[in-house]
């Protein structure tokens, strides 16, 4: 097992960290008070790693997710996301930065029901005002192997077809930072196989961090890193045989 | 750890593109399948456009009717009036020069065959009569130009509803005055007959030879002349009526030319569709609420969609903008619909009303109305949307993972909040622009305002009751009260919406009643049975003795009378007066007036005095309250009338508080003794009978005796006076039933706002073991609660309504009628609880387990 590093809190020098984070702690109100849900984590992932955390239901693993996607805003701590201290930053700011550097998968795919496959890819690359955004989402389609289903709509696919979409959507702006959150738990396990394989290729082939939060202790061994996450807290970190052989 | 400033910054990124162009692309796209969810959204909107295109349209196709049939109303170019005797000579010579005259007189006369009596509206026409337009006449060939009409000596052309109403057909005698004539035709149309929804009994037209011959022509009758000229040069037109004004300035001659072709008219076109405009506004203010609740539903449900968008870099303002072109995309489409309906809908409107109306009628679509109304769509959708879209866009990126599913709460940033209120005075304006009358469009709005924020408070007191009442044990009774109850129900909204119009409908029900019930015991306790007018001053003595000479007549008034015009008042002439003052009326026509030595029976002398009973100085006049209060005027102001072309000046030294609802007869004016006596007038009479047999023993007697004395059945006119508030009664109700039309949008857009949570719950409570019969109790009661809630509301504001309204407008005394205010509350309950399950109905239908596994 790795031994964290004290300072530096994972695998990954400061200096090439894609994702940081120093002492983030989250405390949300609810009807008995603040609960806190993430008690001073810090760690740093680099370029191009794969990370899959685990940890029981309501360990704090989504907020996690959330915190590095800039959806949630630390109680305390710091966290920079593709060179930016984000810790503060105005939503629209953040916004900006999700569409240029991070890519996210949903358990529930999230697609726009009211929008074709192809649209739905396009929609991150549009909102970078990119002028090929209809021929990049047709490729990134392509690279899942969804040439053949650009115009159906969310609801004309099945539901490992929709996650594909959903993965192509994510990689298509070419993101530093891939963020998944349980990507398959609405699909059998058959289909599951396929888009994990997928969503690893499109990771490798855009040279992204992947961040993959997940029950499956399997897949998450699929991964170059594993992160436990416990009551709020990292309880373990080690690279897994698959990063060892990597490295 | 720690983290190197100078390796990271937070300077932050460039927005990208929120621009209007990717607002459309996405809108485009998201619309798919937004426009089933705006149905309720669409019909409020489409409805509301649709009133006020066709009531503009309808008043501008009647104003161009009469502004294009001007001659034809006018029966010329310039037409000269006067009262009791004709213009006079020079008048008469001056106008000849430029043209061809046609002389009328018009008086009311009793029409009697063997069997029946009846008031009619006389008319004695000239050879060149008519100048304007062809007469339509049944049973004669149709009359050409210079062809004369079938008006021989001792005949007649009557209206059709003589026909009717005494039997009368073509070759049929009956009398007039002491003179026997024959029906030579029914008037089917009389070219420039006065445009109006009144008329003082039906048309007789004879020529001036047998009106002379019928010996109604005497001093003091009350005749009205009128000289219509037509111009033989129309370039003459600006000179002819110069010419003609200067001649007539003196005032008893009264002019109208093309200009003015139908006065009263106007007035009552230009109020109506004020009136209509403004409930119509009304209903699109009101469904407003229910566009607000469909566009919170319609966000609510793609609050996923927003939420992704966001997780994807969409800046707050593109979500703004793509939702709001979306919004306005389905209120285009309303507000098209409703402009089309509009642009159709005056065709049948004005087919309905082409029966009252005697302008012919073309119709055309008129783009301001239409423009008007459709700014008063789009602009009410925006100011509805804008809160909700405003909310919209504070949807949280991370709601994709935790599953929040209500809209953010609270006020909307303050920019949007400035846009509303910028949006606002947008609508004021355009209100103003519609109805062209600053303080009924401000008091109006202002009074809508205030019923809303009564109904608000009265909704709130009653949600807080209900609040502390106990749990029922009854399980639907208890879901039916904490929907009601909860935070965020759409209470509110309800009883706004529906009570608005019920107690629109609760102030009318009960006024109706109330005014009825005392018109009805007036008439039994205080009414005389005739009034008797035109009765000479040489008939009066005789009248007298006839009149009290017959047994059962327990009393007999009498008064002199005659008219005059009041030319000035409190120093001011009488054309300065804004004739959209209710009291105008006193100066826009012929006053009657009377003198006498001694203060009426009726009415209250609340300031000055009057005059000595041997007062012979210098004229002083008394005027009843309300009329002066209007007018601004008051004891010490003086009034100027003109009586057959003499000037009178009197000074007001008193005034009495006239209550016009009696049946006595009142006059606004009364003059001092030694004024009036001199000029041809007449004398008015008011019997009153013990039973029926004496009433028309007395008409009887009176009409054996004097042929020229015309008598006007009381129970005739409380019959006029009880059709006439029901007609007004039936326009109130007009805004009732369209503000309740606008409440069902309301309903029908809570009963939508809520489905996905209604759905949710029947799902678990049918997990639970709960029948569906149990569900639906449930809903009936929650929606029947919120009708009898917004009913109570509307009993309580309706009720103070229509007390204040009776107490303090009419000084009466105010009956409550409780069965009345029963049926209210139960016919909103019982709508309401339908109607709110019909809506839901459809999510009972669905069966739980795929809904089950979407939860």
């Known amino acids: 097992m790795h031994t964290p590093d004290p300072d530096i809190g994972s695998t990954s020098s400061a200096s090439s960290a894609v994702i940081h984070l120093l002492e983030a702690r989250l405390s949300l109100s609810s009807a008995d008070g603040m609960v806190e849900i993430l008690r001073g984590i810090s760690l740093a992932i680099g370029a191009g790693e794969t990370v899959g955390v685990l940890g029981p239901s309501g360990a704090g693993k989504t907020s996690l997710l959330m915190i590095m996607a800039g959806l949630e805003s630390l109680t305390t701590g710091r966290i920079d996301l593709a060179g930016f201290d984000i810790t503060r930053m105005p939503e629209d700011s953040l916004a900006a930065l999700r569409r240029d550097h991070v890519g996210i998968v949903f358990q529930a795919f999230r697609l726009i029901p009211s929008m074709t496959a192809v649209q739905n890819v396009a929609v991150p690359l549009e909102l970078a005002g990119r002028q090929d955004a209809q021929e990049r989402a047709a490729a990134a389609l392509a690279s899942v192997g969804l040439d053949h289903r650009m115009t159906h709509l969310p609801d004309q696919l099945s539901g490992g077809e929709q996650q594909r979409v959903a993965i192509a959507r994510a990689i298509a702006p070419r993101p530093r930072i891939l963020l998944a959150d349980e990507p398959t738990g609405n699909l059998d396990s058959g289909t599951s196989e396929k888009v994990i394989a997928t969503l690893f290729d499109a990771t490798r082939a855009a040279g992204a961090a992947l961040v993959l939060v997940t029950h499956d202790a399997a897949l998450a061994e699929r991964c170059g890193r594993v992160l436990t996450i416990e009551d709020g807290q990292i309880t373990d970190d080690r690279v897994t045989a698959a990063g060892a052989a990597h490295q | ?855």
């Not at chain 2, 106990?470 to 879901?479: E, G, I, S």
């Not at chain 2, 904490?482 to 509110?492: D, F, K, L, N, Q």
């Not at chain 2, 100066?587 to 009973?613: F, H």
């Not at chain 2, 601004?632 to 003109?642: E, M």
């Open chain 2, 1 to 855: 750890m720690t983290l190197q400033s100078g390796t990271h910054n937070s300077t932050p990124l460039p927005a990208g593109d929120s621009g209007w162009g990717l607002a459309w692309r996405l809108a485009r796209r998201e619309i798919r399948g937004s426009l089933s969810r705006f149905r309720v959204f669409l019909g409020a909107l489409m409805l509301g456009v649709a009133a006020i295109g066709t009531v503009g349209s309808v008043a501008e196709a009647m104003r161009d009717g009469i502004s294009g049939n001007a001659r034809l109303l006018l029966g010329g170019d310039i037409e000269m009036r006067t009262l009791y005797a004709e213009p006079p000579a020079e008048v008469v010579s001056l106008a000849r020069q430029y043209g061809t005259l046609a002389r009328t007189r018009e008086m009311r006369a009793m029409l009697q065959n063997a069997d029946e009596r009846k008031l009619v509206a006389l008319k004695a026409v000239d050879d060149s009569w008519p100048l304007v337009g062809t007469p339509e006449i049944v049973g004669t060939p149709e009359i050409e130009g210079g062809a004369s009409l079938p008006l021989g000596p001792g005949t007649i052309l009557i209206d059709p509803a003589l026909t009717r109403a005494m039997g009368l057909q073509v070759g049929d005698t009956a009398r007039i005055g002491s003179y026997e004539v024959t029906v030579a035709g029914i008037l089917a149309y009389e070219p420039d007959r006065s445009v109006s929804f009144i008329t003082f009994g039906p048309r007789i037209l004879m020529s001036m030879e047998t009106l002379a011959a019928t010996g109604l022509d005497q001093p003091g009758a009350m005749i009205t002349h009128r000289l219509r000229l037509l111009l033989d040069d129309q370039t003459e037109r600006v000179a002819a009526t110069a010419a003609l004004k200067a001649a007539t300035a003196d005032g008893f001659v009264r002019l109208r030319d093309l200009l003015d072709a139908a006065p009263g008219f106007d007035v009552f076109i230009d109020r109506t569709e004020v009136f209509l405009v403004l409930v119509g506004l009304t209903a699109l203010l009101i469904g407003g609420l229910g566009v607000a609740g469909a566009v919170r539903a319609w966000l609510s449900s793609r609050m996923p969609v927003i939420a992704t968008l966001k997780c994807l870099g969409a800046p707050a303002r593109l979500i703004f903008r793509t939702y709001l072109l979306q919004v306005m995309l389905i209120a285009g489409a309303g507000v098209a619909a409703g402009v089309v309906v509009a642009a159709i809908a005056p065709i049948f409107a004005i087919d309905l009303l082409s029966s009252y109306v005697t302008v012919p009628i073309t119709m055309a679509i008129y783009p301001l109305p239409l423009a008007i109304a459709a700014g008063f769509g789009v602009v009410t959708s925006f100011l509805f949307a804008l809160w909700p879209l405003a909310k919209a866009e504070e949807v949280r990126a991370a709601n994709l993972f935790r599953q929040l599913n209500s809209m953010p709460a609270g006020r909307p940033r303050g920019i949007y909040l400035g846009i509303a209120a910028v949006t606002l005075m947008v609508l004021a304006g355009l209100a103003f622009a519609a109805t062209r009358d600053l303080m009924l469009t401000a008091s109006f709005i202002g009074g809508s305002l205030a019923a809303i924020a009564l109904l608000a408070g009265l909704g709130e007191i009653l949600v807080r009751g209900l609040r502390r009442l106990p749990a029922p044990r009854y399980v639907p009774a208890r879901l039916a009260l904490s929907a009601i109850t909860r935070p965020g129900s759409p209470v509110r909204s309800v009883i706004i919406a529906f009570g608005l119009g019920l107690s629109v409908l609760v102030t009318v029900a009960l006024s109706q009643t109330n005014i009825s019930r005392q018109i009805d015991t007036r008439v039994s306790e205080d009414a005389p049975a005739w009034f008797f007018i035109d009765i000479q001053p040489t008939q009066i003595d005789s009248f007298m003795q006839i009149a009290e000479g017959t047994p059962g007549i327990s009393d007999v008034g009498r008064t002199p009378m005659l008219r005059g015009r009041i030319s000035e008042l409190g120093g001011r002439s009488s054309d300065s007066f804004d004739m959209k003052n209710g009291s105008a009326w006193v100066l826009r026509g012929d006053r009657a007036l009377t003198w006498s030595a001694t203060p009426p029976e009726t009415g209250e002398i609340i300031a000055g005095s009057w005059w000595q009973s041997d007062y012979s100085g210098p004229p002083l006049a008394s005027m009843t309250a309300e009329e002066a209060l209007d007018l601004g005027v008051w004891v010490g102001d003086t009034v100027v009338f003109n009586v057959l072309g003499r000037r009178i000046k009197a000074e007001i030294v008193n005034i009495r508080d006239v209550e016009w609802e009696s049946f006595s007869i009142n006059f606004v004016f009364v003059l001092s003794p030694g004024v009036l006596e001199a000029a041809p007038h007449s004398w008015m009479a008011t019997t009153y009978a013990n039973d029926d047999a004496a009433a028309t023993a007395v008409e009887r007697n009176v009409a054996t005796e004097f042929a020229n004395i015309s008598a006007i059945s009381v129970r005739e006119a409380v019959d006029t006076a009880q059709r006439v508030i029901g007609l007004l009664g039936a326009a109130v109700q007009l805004t009732a039933a369209v503000t309740l039309v606008a409440g069902l949008a309301v309903l029908a857009g809570t009963v939508a706002s809520t489905e996905a949570q209604r759905l949710a719950d029947s799902v678990i409570l049918k997990v639970l073991g709960a029948t569906r019969i149990a569900i639906t109790i449930a809903w009936l009661l929650e929606y029947a609660l919120l009708g009898v809630l917004a009913a109570a509301a509307a009993t309580i504001i309706g009720t103070i309504a229509s007390w204040a309204m009776i107490e303090t407008l009419l000084q009466s005394d105010f009956e409550m009628d409780f069965g009345l205010v029963l049926i209210t509350t139960m016919a909103g309950a019982a709508g309401t609880a339908v109607l709110g399950l019909i809506g839901a109905a459809r999510t009972l239908g669905r069966k739980p387990a795929p809904l089950l596994r979407e939860i």
